[in-house]
């Protein structure tokens, strides 16, 4: 079984910093990508950020520039590093991984419960 986890979601005000974190875990033989989603109320769920194993990463044009991601696949963790916030990017923040557990021949996708980042004055 795999477990995803996210961290680090909190209240901040505009303009201000804020790092979140996630780490997989259960049996798992190989990471092929980690990611971050976020969803708004009302809104549907979009890619912020994606990092793959080879280090390519990839991010939505509304957070270029802004927001980094990272990864420490051997810790099984994914980073993300988000700068001059805008109210905007208030959203649930999700997790996810495309992994491959021990004894499977396939990839699947893993989700973890989210974390809430909220941007105010």
């Known amino acids: 079984q795999v477990h995803v986890v996210e961290s680090g979601g909190d209240l901040v005000q505009p303009g201000g910093s804020l790092s979140l974190s996630c780490a997989a875990s259960?049996?798992?033989?190989?990471?092929?990508?980690m990611a971050w989603y976020r969803q708004a109320p009302g809104e549907e769920r979009e890619l912020v950020a994606i990092?793959?194993?080879?280090?390519?990463?990839r991010y939505a044009d509304s957070v270029k520039g802004r927001f980094t991601i990272t990864s420490d696949f051997a810790k099984k963790a994914v980073y993300l590093q988000m700068n001059s916030l805008k109210p905007e990017d208030t959203a649930v923040y999700y997790c996810?991984?495309?992994?491959?557990?021990?004894?499977?021949?396939?990839?699947?996708?893993?989700w973890g419960q989210g974390t809430q980042v909220t941007v105010s004055s």
């Open positions: 996810n991984a495309d992994l491959k557990t021990a004894g499977s021949d396939r990839y699947s996708i893993y």
């Open positions: 259960g049996s798992i033989f190989r990471i092929n990508a």
């Open positions: 990092i793959a194993s080879g280090g390519t990463t």
